[in-house]
């Protein structure tokens, strides 16, 4: 029963803003998932609401109360390193049990919590080996072990799942995701992968620079993307984006130099009321780009650029102009690189940014 | 292109090493250079007859093991405190370095001036502070020149141990002493059962490395005592040089010569075997 | 309460900061004292030198560092034997110092670079136990091989003479060039290399145009070790050197048991000699562990 707040938190190593004023809550039993790119600051988070880092200024609290000066070990919490930090000296048994160990429970209990946890992490017959006689996945299980042993209050995982192989990080996803769903722990997830992060997360706290850029549900972040930093960083491929004007007086058509495209009314009306324009940065999904071999009614031409045909689906690359569309079809669509083709840009699910704050308009 | 190097090796270093165990069956001298075989009776003479020789074995083990003892645990200390203060850190660790890298010859003879019985900083010190009763010729004394020498040593040395150290404490992973944090281990505990256990096989590299090198050991004693008091202090590399250069005796020299390289050559392999092992793991 | 808690614990946490102060101030104190006193010797006259108790306070004096060179009013009061060899020597031992480290540190850098890249690169059949023969030979007492190549020495006529010395020291140090060289090189990605291969340039421009620049900074370290090494080498000095062509140490060795000699003469020839492993040391700082360790530690970054 844990709830997690940041208030206001900074950290700073010498000039560098580490961590810059992020606000941040997460609910008792939320899976939270903090994404960004290397050196947004999401570890150093982590770092601070495990207390392996003081913060600089802002207050950190523990269902309401400040944990600031609180020694780690005094936080209920337990974490998982990207390196699994497994004691290498160690049997994996004692890997386990050390924490236990060191809070003096008895020993039969003990044995009793090790042989559980390590039934339910299928570890059972792994427990008189030492880390390095393990396989990364394996290791990766007992640093799971380790934590979920100790019946914290809070999991904080740093990219615990990105030195396994594509495989076994699919497989472990959905393992972790449905053990977090079981112990109804309050879990705050670091990762780079916005897959991992889409698939594991019931909010994700996107971060770049040190600074949190948007906080949601899986399908808030994809579908209303705050930011175009959000936008293009969520998804795969990712959302095209591409610098237009609006040029009607109704506002309700944009030019992007190459090709016009008409929005709806009400999206002209946030434009107008957004107060930005007429410079503006259109972004629309590939998979919301209709493309043909035949011209259809309201259709633009262009030529195939590149084809990436991964089996189940392909992505086709448009070229118009200068500009560069990826649209998604059927792998049927037989288009070949040269070739003219034609597309239409769902305009319902059109994303239109200020061209100079970046920031979401519609 | 190794070929060069090679032939230096084997000039200098197998063609005398092969040579040495020819010498070491012979006894001649520099005024009179006519060699007379003796076959073994250099290494029963070392054995049976030499009390210095069996004493400077003794001073050599005696070095190896107070080094062991007391450069090992300082060592480690020093370094665990080092990478815990790394503010004030890399200056002192650059501070007790120093020592090892100065010319051991100028370090025998800065504290063979400490040590001196009338001007020598440390007796001044111990009679400034009302302790001049245990002010002695302390390299002149049979009692305590061993000892003065071990001091230096260790003054040298403690720096070496130290940077070991730090080496093999920066290879370990932080998140392990994070984890150990976060498992709520003291920073006793966090010693006893993390930090120590990790440093175990340093600890016997470093124990073989200090038997190595009190087989080694010359310039200091050389310089600092001559083996002297009354012979007392010598090791086997300066009773080696006493025998074969100062005493006229090149044959024996070369015998002890053929001991220490036994002794030491058994330590290297052990020493090979384990780093090797290390290396390739 | 809470107040009270963390007033003791501050508390406490202050106390120990100071302990550990204290502890470090006593272990400077007791590492870095020794040199102090031989630097402040070496800036007093030789009735300072000696005065008991000693002197903490005085007028420092750089005659000393004058004397060494020009040393005419040393000669006049040189007492002892000693003083006067030094009196009149003191360069000319800095001179084969200086020499006998310069030519010797010249060859095994250039023999032990090229073995080092052949081993790193063309990995010749046996490269592995080579290289811990080449370790193992490091490892073993000099001294084990003094008496033959003393005898070699005399009867080839190298006794006496640098070239002597230079073609010893150069021995005993290439195994240190090729090992620490062999480190710098494997570093190094090969593809540059092998792109270069690939295209046609020859082996031997390939490796002094695209390999050796790229391990400059590790020539440099290897050089300064190599520096200490060799300028603070005595043992074999001291065998194989008479009046001519002594270094620095035997010097100074030679000088202990002297009784009533100008130790302010000595501390600065000293201070001299040390002089340059004492700049190394600063500026080799980042590579201290490969340099010392000598492969024996892994993970020395």
């Given at each position: ?362 | ?281 | ?192 290399e092998q792109a270069a291969l690939v295209d046609g340039s020859n082996p031997i421009k390939v490796f002094y145009k695209i390999a ?37 140490p035997v010097m100074i060795a030679g000088t202990r048991g002297e009784v009533g000699i100008n130790w302010g003469l000595i501390a ?34």
């Open positions: 029963m844990t709830e997690v707040r940041l208030e206001k938190v900074s950290k700073y190593f010498g000039e560098t803003k580490a961590v810059d004023n992020v606000d941040l809550q997460v609910n008792d039993g939320e899976f939270m998932v903090l994404l960004g790119p290397s050196g947004c600051g999401k570890t150093t988070t982590l770092r601070l609401i495990a207390g392996l880092e003081k913060p600089t200024s802002g207050l950190i609290l523990f269902n309401g109360e400040v944990v600031n000066e609180l020694e780690p070990k005094d936080r209920r919490i337990a974490m998982v390193f990207q390196d699994y930090a497994l004691y290498p000296h160690m049997k994996v048994f004692d890997n386990l049990a050390l924490n236990l160990q060191v809070r003096g429970v008895p020993r039969d209990e003990i044995r009793k919590r090790v042989s559980e946890t390590a039934e339910l992490l299928g570890i059972k017959h792994l427990l008189d080996r030492k880390p390095g006689q393990l396989s990364g996945g394996e290791q990766q299980r007992v640093a799971l072990g380790r934590a979920i042993i100790r019946e914290p209050s809070v999991f904080l995982m740093d990219e615990p799942l990105s030195n396994l192989d594509a495989a076994l990080r699919a497989r472990m996803r959905g393992e972790l995701k449905k053990l977090q769903e079981r112990l109804k722990t309050t879990t705050i997830y670091v990762t780079h992968d916005q897959v991992e992060a889409m698939v594991m997360a019931d909010r994700i706290a996107v971060m770049r620079n040190g600074k949190v850029q948007q906080i949601g549900s899986p399908q808030e972040i994809y579908n209303r993307p705050a930011n175009k930093f959000v936008a293009e960083f969520v998804g795969s491929p990712k959302m095209n984006v591409f610098d237009a004007t609006v040029v009607s007086r109704e506002h309700t058509k944009l030019t992007t130099g190459e090709f016009d495209i008409n929005i709806p009314s009400s999206m002209a009306q946030r434009i107008v009321e957004s107060g930005s324009g007429p410079e503006v940065m259109v972004g629309i999904r590939p998979e919301n780009v209709a493309v043909s071999t035949a011209y259809q009614e309201g259709f633009l031409e262009a030529t195939v650029y590149l084809v990436e045909d991964i089996g189940n689906l392909s992505f086709v690359t448009l070229q118009v102009g200068d500009i560069l569309i990826v649209a998604q079809a059927p792998p049927s669509v037989g288009l070949r690189v040269g070739d003219k083709a034609y597309f239409s840009l769902l305009v319902e699910k059109l994303h239109i940014f200020d061209k100079k704050t970046e920031k979401l308009i519609v | 292109m190794s070929l060069p190097a090679l032939v230096f090796v084997i000039l200098f270093i197998y063609y005398p090493l092969v040579q040495m165990f020819y010498l070491s069956a012979f006894r001649w001298n520099f005024v009179n250079p006519n060699m007379v075989f003796v076959g073994l009776e250099n290494f029963t003479r070392m054995f049976l007859n030499d009390q210095v020789y069996l004493r400077s074995l003794l001073n050599v083990v005696l070095l190896a093991g107070q080094s062991s003892a007391i450069q090992i645990p300082i060592g480690v200390a020093l370094a665990t405190i080092i990478l815990r203060y790394r503010r004030i850190g890399g200056l002192f660790w650059a501070i007790i370095f120093l020592p090892y890298v100065i010319s051991s010859v100028a370090v025998s003879l800065i504290w063979t001036w400490m040590y001196n019985p009338y001007f020598g900083s440390i007796n001044v010190f111990l009679r400034a502070v009302g302790l001049g009763f245990l002010a002695r010729p302390w390299l002149g004394d049979i009692n305590t020149a061993l000892i003065a020498i071990f001091g230096t040593v260790n003054w040298i040395y403690i720096g070496l141990t130290t940077t070991m150290t730090i080496a093999t404490l920066k290879s370990i992973p932080p998140s392990i002493f994070e984890s150990a944090r976060i498992d709520g281990l003291s920073g006793f505990q966090e010693f006893r059962k993390i930090t120590l256990p990790l440093l175990k096989e340093l600890i016997v590299v470093l124990m073989i490395i200090d038997i190595a090198g009190a087989f080694k050991f010359f310039d200091l004693i050389w310089v600092m005592t001559q083996g002297g008091p009354s012979d007392s202090t010598h090791v086997t590399t300066t009773w080696l040089y006493r025998a074969a250069f100062r005493s006229s005796e090149p044959g024996y020299g070369a015998a002890i010569g053929v001991t220490i390289f036994i002794f030491s050559f058994v330590i290297v392999q052990l020493l090979i075997k384990i780093t090797r092992s290390r290396l390739t793991r | 309460m809470a107040n009270l808690q963390n007033n003791r614990r501050g508390r406490r946490k202050i106390l120990r900061t100071v302990l550990i102060y204290f502890a470090t101030i006593i272990a400077v104190i007791f590492f870095i004292f020794p040199i102090y006193w031989l630097i402040a010797t070496s800036l007093k006259t030789r009735a300072q030198a000696f005065s008991t108790p000693p002197l903490f306070v005085w007028e420092p004096t750089v005659r000393n560092f004058i004397d060494i060179f020009l040393k005419r009013q040393t000669e006049i009061e040189a007492i002892t034997g000693q003083e006067l060899e030094l009196a009149t020597g003191a360069e000319t031992f800095f001179y084969n110092s200086f020499i006998v480290t310069f030519s010797s540190i010249a060859i095994a850098t250039v023999i032990g670079v090229l073995a080092a890249y052949s081993f790193s690169r063309y990995q010749p059949h046996g490269t592995n136990t080579l290289m811990f023969f080449i370790l193992s030979t490091r490892m073993l007492p000099a001294i084990v091989v003094a008496i033959p190549i003393y005898f070699f020495y005399r009867s080839l006529g190298l006794y006496n003479t640098h070239i002597g010395l230079v073609l010893l020291y150069t021995m005993f140090n290439l195994p240190f060039a090729v090992w620490m060289m062999k480190s710098f090189f494997d570093e190094v990605p090969r593809d540059i050796l620049p790229q391990v400059l900074v590790g020539l440099g370290a290897t050089i300064g070790f190599l520096i200490i090494n060799v300028w603070n080498e005595f043992l074999f000095a001291l065998l194989l050197t008479e009046r001519a062509t002594r270094t620095v600065a020839i000293e201070t001299l000699y040390i002089l340059p492993a004492l700049v190394l040391i600063f500026v080799l700082q980042r590579f201290l562990l490969r340099g010392m360790t000598f492969g024996t530690v892994r993970g020395a970054k």
